[in-house]
């Protein structure tokens, strides 16, 4: 197989590497991929949303498979691209239609989907110029906190939860009468505020059966002991210690089955990866959001532990035979850590050279997130730089290997956290 991967970071390294460990992997492009994916296939300088480029591409390096890595290609309707062109109808596209992309492009459509089959989630309405007004009021009765949601994808940042009606309302009116995240903000979703410990559980489907993967759990704020500013994620574990047997049957009974079957009979077009942004509320899982693809840092936990060939379970995928495969995982608990730059997630420099980094061995890699290469040196170009996974027989000690390659890597205003995972360490 010939296959185009998009996305520039460490879960595209992540994915990268995974398949290129595959007998099925023939030729593997990434596009544009960073100094870590180099290793894994080649880098080709090209947008994940430049869909004629990637045509001419595809047509002419014979490609058999494109994995979209990140939300924005998908959200774009690059399956609907691929579907309605003749020229390539033949290479199936790793994800959903544009509409089933909604699910992470629209958090009004993600809201609806949930009503309709009946999945666990916040009690919410949304607001947008028109009903303004009503919104103000809205807010000023809300109990507190106050979760607003900007309704579109704003990389990450859309999101604001506040325990002051008054700030609310400015947040409010930011985002709707002055579009602070841009159209992403044209409608705002208002939610309840659910009190409990978050984590992400992924499956992969072929629209009609599905299988689940390993589940993570993500550290968003910059600073130890979760304080500080909101990031991409600055680290990753896998397994969930609370997620257990019992618990995971409350999230497949209740929500992964009825969304798969909800796609299904609403006829959305859906193949490929489906993250549930869940929260654990005393033992009943709620959705807080959905995602079209894998999380990042997640996958740099998730695919390490996934011991099959992910090739064979894309194939299987696209010939809607994934019923017949079985999931198979590493026992071992897995620790990333994301090394990022000095300033992130504000403003932060690029281009500081890079040393330290070591080989990869069954217990550990160092994937490459923000990252290029210059010759044969290793530059940062990116808020996150480089994510340290370690495989171990328990979570402290994979995360005291992560922290210890973390210290020994070396680059100009390097920022870390010593403490993923501390609540269950």
Same mark, same amino acid.
């Given at each position: 197989?010939?296959?185009?991967?998009?996305?520039?970071?460490?879960?595209?390294?992540?994915?990268?590497?995974?398949?290129?460990?595959?007998?099925?992997?023939?030729?593997?492009?990434?596009?544009?991929?960073?100094?870590?994916?180099?290793?894994?296939?080649?880098?080709?300088?090209?947008?994940?949303?430049?869909?004629? @480029?990637?045509?001419?591409?595809?047509?002419?390096?014979?490609?058999?498979?494109?994995?979209?890595?990140?939300?924005?290609? #998908?959200?774009?309707?690059?399956?609907?691209?691929?579907?309605?062109?003749?020229?390539? $109808?033949?290479?199936?596209?790793?994800?959903?239609?544009?509409?089933?992309?909604?699910?992470?492009?629209?958090?009004?459509?993600?809201?609806?989907?949930?009503?309709?089959?009946?999945? /666990?989630?916040?009690?919410?309405?949304?607001?947008?110029?028109?009903?303004?007004?009503?919104?103000?009021?809205?807010? @000023? $009765?809300?109990?507190? /906190?106050?979760?607003?949601?900007?309704?579109?994808?704003?990389?990450?940042?859309?999101?604001?939860?506040?325990?002051?009606?008054?700030?609310?309302?400015?947040?409010?009116?930011?985002?709707?009468?002055?579009?602070?995240?841009?159209?992403?903000?044209?409608?705002?979703?208002?939610?309840?505020?659910?009190?409990?410990?978050?984590?992400?559980?992924?499956? *992969?489907?072929?629209?009609?059966?599905?299988?689940?993967?390993?589940?993570?759990?993500?550290?968003?704020?910059?600073?130890?002991?979760?304080?500080?500013?909101?990031? =991409?994620?600055?680290?990753?574990?896998?397994?969930?210690?609370?997620?257990?047997?019992?618990?995971?049957?409350?999230?497949?009974?209740?929500?992964?089955?009825?969304?798969?079957?909800?796609?299904? @009979?609403?006829?959305?077009?859906?193949?490929?990866?489906?993250?549930?942004?869940? *929260?654990?509320?005393?033992?009943?899982?709620?959705?807080?959001?959905?995602?079209?693809?894998?999380?990042?840092?997640?996958?740099?936990?998730?695919?390490?532990?996934?011991?099959?060939?992910?090739?064979?379970?894309?194939?299987?995928?696209?010939?809607?035979?994934?019923?017949?495969?079985?999931?198979?995982?590493?026992?071992?608990?897995?620790?990333?850590?994301?090394?990022?730059? @000095?300033?992130?997630?504000?403003?932060?420099?690029?281009?500081?050279? *890079?040393?330290?980094?070591?080989?990869?061995?069954?217990?550990?890699?160092?994937?490459?997130? =923000?990252?290029?290469?210059?010759?044969?040196?290793?530059?940062?170009?990116?808020?996150?730089?480089?994510? *340290?996974?370690?495989?171990?027989?328990?979570?402290?000690?994979? #995360?005291?290997?992560?922290?210890?390659?973390?210290?020994?890597?070396?680059?100009?205003?390097?920022?870390?956290?010593?403490?993923?995972?501390?609540?269950?360490?």
């Amino acid at each position: 197989m010939n296959i185009l991967l998009l996305g520039s970071g460490g879960r595209e390294h992540a994915l990268a590497l995974k398949m290129s460990q595959s007998p099925l992997c023939g030729k593997l492009f990434i596009a544009p991929g960073n100094a870590g994916t180099a290793e894994c296939g080649t880098n080709v300088n090209m947008g994940v949303s430049e869909f004629d @480029k990637i045509k001419s591409f595809c047509l002419e390096q014979e490609i058999t498979l494109v994995v979209p890595g990140s939300e924005e290609a #998908l959200v774009n309707g690059i399956y609907d691209y691929f579907g309605q062109d003749e020229a390539l $109808q033949h290479i199936p596209v790793m994800g959903p239609s544009k509409t089933g992309a909604q699910l992470e492009g629209s958090k009004a459509f993600a809201k609806l989907f949930m009503e309709r089959q009946h999945i /666990p989630t916040a009690a919410y309405r949304e607001f947008n110029e028109e009903t303004y007004e009503e919104g103000v009021a809205y807010i @000023k $009765q809300h109990s507190l /906190p106050i979760v607003l949601k900007a309704d579109g994808l704003a990389a990450g940042k859309g999101v604001v939860i506040t325990s002051d009606h008054d700030e609310a309302v400015e947040e409010f009116t930011q985002m709707i009468k002055a579009a602070k995240f841009g159209d992403a903000s044209k409608t705002v979703v208002i939610e309840q505020f659910l009190t409990g410990i978050e984590l992400s559980v992924f499956a *992969i489907t072929d629209g009609h059966t599905y299988k689940i993967l390993p589940e993570a759990k993500d550290y968003k704020r910059i600073g130890e002991g979760d304080k500080g500013l909101n990031t =991409g994620g600055m680290g990753a574990v896998s397994p969930v210690p609370f997620a257990d047997a019992a618990f995971m049957k409350l999230v497949e009974d209740k929500v992964i089955r009825p969304t798969i079957e909800g796609l299904s @009979k609403e006829k959305i077009i859906y193949k490929g990866f489906v993250f549930f942004g869940l *929260i654990n509320v005393a033992g009943e899982p709620f959705v807080i959001e959905y995602n079209c693809r894998m999380g990042d840092p997640e996958t740099e936990v998730v695919m390490p532990r996934l011991q099959n060939d992910l090739l064979e379970l894309f194939v299987a995928v696209n010939e809607g035979k994934l019923a017949s495969q079985q999931i198979y995982t590493d026992q071992r608990a897995a620790a990333t850590v994301m090394l990022v730059s @000095k300033g992130y997630p504000e403003a932060y420099e690029k281009n500081k050279q *890079i040393s330290g980094i070591p080989a990869p061995t069954k217990d550990q890699i160092v994937f490459h997130a =923000g990252t290029k290469q210059e010759g044969d040196k290793v530059l940062t170009n990116g808020g996150r730089v480089l994510s *340290i996974t370690s495989l171990a027989s328990s979570l402290s000690l994979a #995360l005291g290997r992560s922290v210890q390659t973390a210290n020994q890597i070396e680059f100009d205003g390097k920022t870390f956290r010593r403490d993923i995972g501390y609540e269950f360490i």
